[in-house]
T-cell receptor, first 117, second 111 residues
Framework: DAGITQSPRHKVTETGTPVTLRCHQT?????MYWYRQDPGHGLRLIHY???????DKGEVSDGYSVSRSKTEDFLLTLESATSSQTSVYFC????????????????FGPGTRLTVL | QKEVEQNSGPLSVPEGAIASLNCTYS??????FFWYRQYSGKSPELIMS????GDKEDGRFTAQLNKASQYVSLLIRDSQPSDSATYLC???????????FGQGTELSVKP
C-alpha cells in the first residue's frame, strides 16, 4: 500500500463545531487531494494541493478549507460542520498530474468516516 | 450531462465468466484513464491505467480505450467471487491532475 494515513478514521461531531481531518504521506509525492464520497454522487474533489502552501479548489469546496505546511501533511478543515458534510472523506496522492504521463496515478488513503449530528 | 458515465449495475456474472464494465466520457481532450476497484467499506484501489488507444492487459484484467468513441472499458476474465466489488472509472481532465469519477458499477460474481 502507498504510505498514506488518515486521522481520525471515524469521527462523530455536532453541527456548528470545527473539524480537522489529517492526511499524512510518506511517499514524498507533490500532489495531494481531498475527496468526499456519498451515495448517488460518487467521489467528488473538494480541494487539492500542488505543493507546500499551494492549494486550489475542487468541485465541492464550499464550507471547506485546506492547508499544507509540509510536503507530507494535508489538512482539511470544516470551519462549522453541517449535517450535509456527513460523508466518507478520502485523501489521495499523486507524483505528478501530467497528461499522458505514467506517474499521474492517484493513490488513496483508508478514509475517514465523518458523522455530523 | 455527466462527464463520466457508468452503468450502476449491479452486474452479476457466474464464476469463471468474463465481466465487462463500460465507461463513457465527455471531454475529448482527456488522455489519462483509470479503473479503480472499491470493496465495501474500503478505499478505492487502482487496478489499471491506460493512456493510448487499444488494449492493455494485466493478468486477468484488460483495459480498452477508444478515444474516437470516447469510451473506456474493463474486462475481467475468469471472474472470481473475490472480484465482487464496485469498479470506478476515472478520467483525468488535464487541469491540475484532477480526476472525474463515474459513479461506479457494482459487480457481483456468483459461485
Amino acid at each position: 500500500d502507498a504510505g498514506i494515513t488518515q486521522s481520525p478514521r471515524h469521527k462523530v461531531t455536532e453541527t456548528g463545531t470545527p473539524v480537522t481531518l489529517r492526511c499524512h504521506q510518506t511517499e514524498n509525492h507533490r500532489y495531494m487531494y481531498w475527496y468526499r464520497q456519498d451515495p448517488g454522487h460518487g467521489l467528488r474533489l473538494i480541494h487539492y494541493s500542488y505543493g507546500v502552501k499551494d492549494t486550489d479548489k475542487g468541485e465541492v469546496s464550499d464550507g471547506y478549507s485546506v492547508s499544507r505546511s509540509k510536503t507530507e501533511d494535508f489538512l482539511l478543515t470544516l470551519e462549522s460542520a453541517t449535517s450535509s458534510q456527513t460523508s466518507v472523506y478520502f485523501c489521495a496522492i499523486s507524483e505528478s498530474p501530467g497528461q499522458g504521463i505514467g506517474n499521474n496515478e492517484q493513490f488513496f488513503g483508508p478514509g475517514t468516516r465523518l458523522t455530523v449530528l | 450531462q455527466k462527464e463520466v458515465e457508468q452503468n450502476s449495475g449491479p452486474l452479476s456474472v457466474p464464476e469463471g465468466a468474463i465481466a465487462s464494465l463500460n465507461c463513457t466520457y465527455s471531454d475529448r481532450v482527456s488522455q489519462s484513464f483509470f479503473w479503480y476497484r472499491q470493496y465495501s467499506g474500503k478505499s478505492p484501489e487502482l487496478i489499471m491505467s491506460i493512456y493510448s488507444n487499444g488494449d492493455k492487459e494485466d493478468g486477468r484484467f484488460t483495459a480498452q480505450l477508444n478515444k474516437a468513441s470516447q469510451y473506456v472499458s474493463l474486462l475481467i476474465r475468469d471472474s472470481q467471487p473475490s472480484d465482487s466489488a464496485t469498479y470506478l472509472c476515472a478520467v483525468n481532465l488535464g487541469t491540475g491532475g484532477k480526476l472525474i469519477f463515474g459513479q461506479g458499477t457494482e459487480l457481483s460474481v456468483k459461485p
